[in-house]
């Protein structure tokens, strides 16, 4: 039997991941993989239990399972607590405890959405790349770091921090996750400015000469944010750095048009997965059973492709979830301005999903 922890949080997490259990319970069953889903808490509602937003009793059974499914956490009910100790907090420490280096983005545009974009749908159509960010080194987490009052002024320095083994790890999981892809792989740099980024250049082109049969492209950061605004579709695996990660990821999830539409995963070396949409909480909509579920759902399918490597198992959510939005199915997030089309809520959206998939 594999344990999947299911951490809800806050906000909308409650309500999307309660969806999303119902899809990989139902994959699960499908696809003969023995499912057990324990519940724990993280966050806001973590905090509000035990005055921590994650205990050590969460993290010690999130290492008893092989994967963890997120919810989201955070809203203004916490934004007034000291930045040490808000929900998100919660997040970055379990990331921390997992050793999740690798954060997976993907942004593909499903052809019943192409009109949701701000860009032409001619320019997005066909769009399917994946951000491999870095995610527990560089700029984030670098020393020293800090404020102090220099010679009467205000002073405040980050410092961009990368070892040669952090930036070899995180290039093989992209060059692996280009081999299961199209075979491309585009390093996102600053090696014209930054010491930090020629290093990267260095072991990037060493671990290439391992992987012959990939692509490799180097692109500056800043044509990069150009190129995926005109040309997104010449993108397939893009490697790179915690910020600008951070950043390159954000603006391609709104190329496909809704961030209720967009999954991730972050994954180390320890065999746990931690899967997650990429939207917040939305606690505007809390409660209301208005919340998109889809991002849950294709996070579902990251789990069964990663952790327990059935990539069968997540195609059949994957074209589950297509066929739904096929049919032409929508929450409010996805409607189109100005059509004229009923929408539906969280539940009954995975309703169509589980009905796809047979279950």
Known sequence: MERVLVLPGDGIGPEVTAQAVRVLEAAGRAAGIGIECVEGLIGGASIDAHGDPLTDETVALARTCRAVLLGAVGGPKWDAMPVATRPEKGLLRIRKELGLYANLRPAAVFPAL??????RPEVVAG???????????????GEPRGRAIVDGRR????????????????????????RRRS???????KANVLDVSQLWMEVVDEVAKDYDDVELVHQLVDSCAMLLLSDPKRFDVIVTGNLFGDILSDEA???????????????GDGGIGLYEPVHGSAPDIAGQDLANPLAA????????????????????????VTAVLADGHRTGDIVLEGEDRE???????????LAKLGA
């Open 297 to 320: 759902i294709l996070s579902v399918a990251m789990l069964l492709e990663h952790t327990f490597d059935r990539p069968d198992a997540a195609g059949e959510v994957r074209d589950a």
């Open 155 to 178: 002073e405040a320095r980050n410092t961009m921090v990368y070892d040669d083994s952090e930036i070899e790890r995180i290039t093989r999981v992209a060059f692996e996750s280009a």
């Open 114 to 119: 192409a009109s949701a974009s701000t860009l």
């Open 253 to 267: 999830a709104m190329l496909t048009g809704s961030l209720g539409m967009l999954p991730s995963a972050s994954l």
């Open 183 to 189: 075979r491309h792989v585009t390093h996102v740099h």
């Open 343 to 353: 929408t539906i809520g969280c539940v009954a959206m995975a309703d169509h999903v």
């Open 127 to 141: 769009i399917d790349l994946l951000v491999v960010r870095e995610l527990t080194g560089g700029i984030y987490f």
